[in-house]
């Protein structure tokens, strides 16, 4: 009898509704673009991998990403009591994209605040979303939904340091065989990084995760909706195209998005991680990290 962990059963019910879609290539992520100052958190050191050098494998650039990553700043935050995650996201939802900036205080003991900004929602699903489209949510009032004890991470802490281990959480093992095994694994680890923190042991943990995922794809440098240099990776699975962007420097996910295909083609999802950390206080940001000069060139 399949038994299906709390986490990859939530994959599996936000990926059902299209799992019959058909499969197509489609561009999930803009044209590659110049380095730009709006890099991911500063590390505390700096070497390069070489995880753009010609030859490599998807696999040998993950793990030489892995192998080389730093802690960062809000590493060292970890100890304070609410973990902090601003995210912005596109949500296919009932034939329209909706689109939210999400930030979100989360205390151990599930309590917690969520303050989120809606804008207008984008008829139809075949849609890119657009790094002008972002200054909308600015305009937009806030909601604020205060949680008592239901807030929780996507898995328990402290998550698994071998890879196999905290694959087998993610996406059910019996179904690696399976077409929609890549997807599933692929949406375990974004939902992952969109929920809790992960520090350095744990996104090198994650990184692995993700080069176990059965044909994932290089697709060279880019930058994402915020305009932070990184590297492209893409799972093609299920009938659907997933795309994340990796900080070569921090091995932090930037941002993923999926486009799948008929009957409705289009986006289904695209998400974007814009901060990350640990504060003292419900509803206080944590103090800016300094701008780094992000570039995945090596």
Same mark, same amino acid.
């Given at each position: 009898?399949?038994?299906?962990?709390?986490?990859?059963?939530?994959?599996?019910?936000?990926?059902?509704?299209?799992?019959?879609?058909?499969?197509?290539?489609?561009?999930?992520?803009?044209?590659?673009?110049?380095?730009?100052?709006?890099?991911?958190?500063?590390?505390?050191?700096?070497?390069?991998?070489?995880?753009?050098?010609?030859?490599?494998?998807?696999?040998?650039?993950?793990?030489?990403?892995?192998?080389?990553?730093?802690?960062?700043?809000?590493?060292?935050?970890?100890?304070?009591?609410?973990?902090?995650?601003?995210?912005? =996201?596109? &949500?296919? #939802?009932?034939? @329209?994209? /909706?689109?939210?900036?999400?930030? *979100?205080?989360?205390?151990?003991?599930? $309590?917690?605040?969520?303050?989120?900004?809606?804008?207008?929602?984008?008829?139809?699903?075949?849609?890119?979303?657009?790094?002008?489209?972002?200054?909308?949510?600015?305009?937009?009032?806030?909601?604020?939904?205060?949680?008592?004890?239901?807030?929780?991470?996507?898995?328990?802490?402290?998550?698994?340091?071998?890879?196999?281990?905290?694959?087998?959480?993610?996406?059910?093992?019996?179904?690696?065989?399976?077409?929609?095994?890549?997807?599933?694994?692929?949406?375990?680890?974004?939902?992952?990084?969109?929920?809790?923190?992960?520090?350095?042991?744990?996104?090198?943990?994650?990184?692995?995760?993700?080069?176990?995922?059965?044909?994932?794809?290089? =697709?060279? &440098?880019? #930058?994402?909706? @915020?305009? /932070?240099?990184?590297?492209?990776? *893409?799972?093609?699975?299920?009938?659907? $195209?997933?795309?994340?962007?990796?900080?070569?420097?921090?091995?932090?996910?930037?941002?993923?998005?999926?486009?799948?295909?008929?009957?409705?083609?289009?986006?289904?999802?695209?998400?974007?991680?814009?901060?990350?950390?640990?504060?003292?206080?419900?509803?206080?940001?944590?103090?800016?990290?300094?701008?780094?000069?992000?570039?995945?060139?090596?």
């Amino acid at each position: 009898m399949l038994r299906l962990t709390a986490p990859a059963g939530r994959v599996a019910a936000a990926l059902g509704s299209a799992l019959l879609a058909g499969c197509h290539t489609v561009p999930a992520i803009p044209a590659p673009a110049p380095p730009t100052t709006l890099g991911g958190q500063q590390p505390a050191a700096t070497p390069a991998p070489a995880a753009t050098a010609p030859g490599l494998t998807p696999q040998q650039r993950l793990a030489t990403i892995a192998s080389g990553i730093g802690p960062v700043p809000a590493d060292s935050t970890t100890n304070l009591p609410y973990e902090y995650l601003r995210l912005q =996201r596109w &949500t296919r #939802s009932s034939g @329209a994209i /909706r689109r939210e900036d999400l930030r *979100r205080w989360r205390h151990g003991d599930g $309590t917690g605040r969520e303050v989120t900004r809606r804008a207008p929602d984008v008829r139809g699903v075949d849609h890119q979303p657009t790094p002008e489209e972002r200054n909308l949510f600015a305009k937009a009032s806030p909601i604020t939904t205060q949680h008592q004890g239901d807030l929780h991470p996507y898995l328990p802490t402290p998550l698994p340091t071998d890879p196999t281990t905290l694959a087998g959480l993610l996406a059910p093992p019996e179904l690696a065989t399976e077409p929609a095994y890549p997807r599933l694994l692929t949406w375990g680890l974004i939902g992952l990084a969109t929920s809790q923190y992960l520090a350095q042991n744990e996104r090198t943990t994650a990184l692995h995760v993700l080069a176990s995922v059965p044909g994932i794809e290089y =697709r060279g &440098t880019t #930058s994402d909706l @915020a305009g /932070r240099a990184g590297l492209a990776f *893409r799972v093609l699975a299920d009938r659907s $195209t997933t795309t994340l962007i990796i900080d070569p420097v921090t091995g932090e996910l930037l941002a993923a998005q999926e486009r799948i295909a008929a009957p409705q083609s289009g986006l289904f999802s695209s998400v974007l991680i814009l901060q990350r950390g640990h504060t003292d206080a419900d509803g206080v940001p944590p103090e800016p990290i300094p701008v780094r000069l992000s570039s995945p060139h090596r």
